[in-house]
């Protein structure tokens, strides 16, 4: 039997007793009983109560491609492709094993990650239904110096999406990370399709705490938040707002770089007049917000020095 197919039917988090999922799944109580045991694997805890039947500990809202295409306005629908897959070991992974490309902007989310990715190798905890992944693909003319900015361009498309549910409340921490009360919400992973030095193919993911619960912190080795502690939004209407979001900003950026974004960036400065290091480099003093290109502006005691967004690590640091 199709696991999904039963998710589905329980994703409301009422009660269904076993007959009535056996009916309109097609199949006995018996492997209904069974499937449901096997839903242990997406993470997902079943309660069983004799005479009511089962139901999922939380509900979820399924990811609806329709729901989120039908929430666009057409000039950005047109423009896009979008697929939902329920597992897949990374949504970044798929888009950059692809070698064809379908609509201008590529969409990819999944319900689930097996192999999620974050930036500099780390793991991205990725449960069923909890949370969103969502990978996009795009061209991208110019030299390298065209990609300049184009990750703190995407954290601030979804800080600016995020905050308008959440009361202005987030903040970005340079280069991407979007911030809530000093624990991480979101985070940004751009890659590279391909090899090429005048037209990218860009693969960039954003991955997004929307409604997980402790039970599902395995092992994340820094403090983080859930979208649902500070807005009471769907996940289909965020997916959609983001995308376009995305679509708009992107525009922006291919024509005309970061420096149109600096202002915007700066005002959600996570580090903003604190102390900061690059980890493993020596390097520190006060954090003076982001230059044209998204560089970071460190005021040093032996003056003012700029940190180019690579694999570099910057902390908040005591002066
Ligand atoms: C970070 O370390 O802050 C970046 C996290 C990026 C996670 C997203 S989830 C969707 C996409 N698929 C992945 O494997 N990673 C990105």
Redesign the pocket.
């Given at each position: 039997m199709d696991s999904i197919s039963l998710i589905s039917m329980l994703a409301d988090g009422q009660f269904h007793s076993g007959s009535e999922l056996g009916a309109a799944l097609g199949v006995s109580r018996t492997a209904v009983w069974k499937a449901l045991s096997g839903l242990a694997e997406y993470g997902l805890e079943i309660e069983a109560v004799k005479g009511r039947g089962y139901r999922l500990s939380r509900s979820i809202e399924l990811l609806d491609r329709d729901d989120i295409l039908h929430q666009m306005s057409s000039s950005v629908r047109d423009r896009m492709s979008l697929s939902i897959l329920p597992v897949i070991d990374?949504?970044?992974?798929e888009l950059m094993r692809l070698d064809r490309s379908e609509g201008e902007f590529e969409i990819l989310l999944a319900e689930m990650?097996t192999g999620?990715?974050?930036?500099r190798g780390?793991e991205?905890v990725?449960p069923f239904g909890r949370n969103v992944?969502?990978?996009m693909r795009f061209d991208l003319s110019g030299g390298p110096e065209s990609l300049a900015g184009l990750s703190l361009v995407v954290g601030l498309s979804l800080a600016s999406v995020l905050n308008c549910h959440a009361r202005g409340q987030l903040r970005l921490k340079w280069p991407n990370?979007v911030m809530v009360e000093g624990r991480k919400l979101a985070?940004?992973?751009v890659e590279l399709r391909g090899e090429a030095t005048t037209a990218w193919s860009v693969v960039l993911?954003?991955?997004l705490n929307f409604d997980m619960g402790v039970e599902q912190d395995t092992g994340i080795d820094q403090p983080w938040a859930s979208l649902s502690e500070f807005a009471a939004v769907g996940r289909n209407q965020l997916v959609s707002e983001l995308a376009s979001q995305l679509v708009h900003d992107l525009d922006v950026f291919r024509e005309k770089g970061f420096s149109c974004f600096q202002d915007r960036w700066n005002q959600l400065d996570f580090f903003k007049g604190r102390h900061v290091g690059v980890v493993g480099q020596g390097l520190s003093g006060l954090s003076a917000g982001v230059d044209v290109k998204g560089n970071l502006i460190i005021d040093t005691a032996s003056g003012r020095q700029s940190v180019n967004a690579g694999e570099v690590s910057v902390r908040a640091r005591n002066p």
């Open positions: 990374s949504t970044n992974s990650q999620g990715r974050g930036r780390r991205w990725s992944y969502l990978s990370d985070g940004v992973l993911g954003v991955g």
